[in-house]
C-alpha cells in the first residue's frame, strides 16, 4: 500500500505518525516535508474534502501566525486557503493520504483508521 504523509520534523506529533508508517511493513512511503514543498490550493482543498474537513478545522492556531493574520474569527475558507499556500506553518499536522482514504493525524493513532 502506497501512503503520503506531510510532514513537519520538528513536530513531535508528525514524527510518531511518522514512525508507525515506517514500521509498517506492506507501506511504500512518501514523505513530503511541506515547509520544503509548499502545498497547492488544489492538494490542500482535495485534502481537506477527503478528510472531511474545512480550512479552519485544518487551521493551526497554536504556535502560528494564524491570529496575527486575521484568521482565527471570521474569515474565509477561501482566506484560511490563501494564508495557507503562502504560510504553510498555518496547516496543521500531519496529513497522511492512503487508497482508503486521508487523515488528519491528531493523534498519531488515527493513522491506523487508512493504512
Same mark, same amino acid.
Given at each position: 500500500?502506497k501512503?503520503? /504523509?506531510?510532514?513537519? %520534523? &520538528?513536530? #513531535?506529533?508528525?514524527? *510518531? !505518525?511518522?514512525?508507525i508508517?515506517?514500521? !509498517?511493513p @506492506?507501506i +511504500?512511503l512518501?514523505?513530503?516535508?511541506?515547509? *520544503?514543498?509548499?502545498?497547492? $490550493?488544489? *492538494?490542500l @482543498?482535495?485534502l481537506? $474534502?477527503?478528510? #472531511?474537513l474545512?480550512?479552519r478545522d485544518?487551521? $493551526?492556531?497554536r #504556535?502560528? %501566525?494564524? +491570529?496575527?493574520?486575521?484568521? /482565527? &474569527? #471570521?474569515a474565509?475558507? &477561501? !482566506?484560511?486557503? &490563501?494564508a495557507?499556500?503562502e504560510? =504553510?506553518?498555518l496547516v @496543521?499536522? %500531519?496529513?497522511? @493520504? !492512503? +487508497?482508503k482514504g486521508?487523515?488528519?493525524? $491528531? =493523534?498519531?493513532d488515527?493513522?491506523? +483508521?487508512?493504512i
Amino acid at each position: 500500500m502506497k501512503a503520503t /504523509i506531510w510532514h513537519n %520534523p &520538528d513536530c #513531535g506529533t508528525s514524527r *510518531k !505518525t511518522l514512525a508507525i508508517l515506517g514500521e !509498517t511493513p @506492506e507501506i +511504500e512511503l512518501s514523505v513530503i516535508e511541506y515547509r *520544503k514543498l509548499p502545498f497547492t $490550493r488544489g *492538494k490542500l @482543498e482535495q485534502l481537506f $474534502r477527503d478528510a #472531511g474537513l474545512s480550512p479552519r478545522d485544518a487551521l $493551526r492556531t497554536r #504556535g502560528s %501566525p494564524a +491570529e496575527e493574520l486575521g484568521l /482565527i &474569527d #471570521g474569515a474565509s475558507a &477561501d !482566506t484560511i486557503l &490563501d494564508a495557507m499556500v503562502e504560510h =504553510p506553518i498555518l496547516v @496543521e499536522r %500531519p496529513f497522511v @493520504e !492512503t +487508497e482508503k482514504g486521508v487523515r488528519l493525524c $491528531r =493523534p498519531q493513532d488515527r493513522v491506523y +483508521e487508512i493504512i
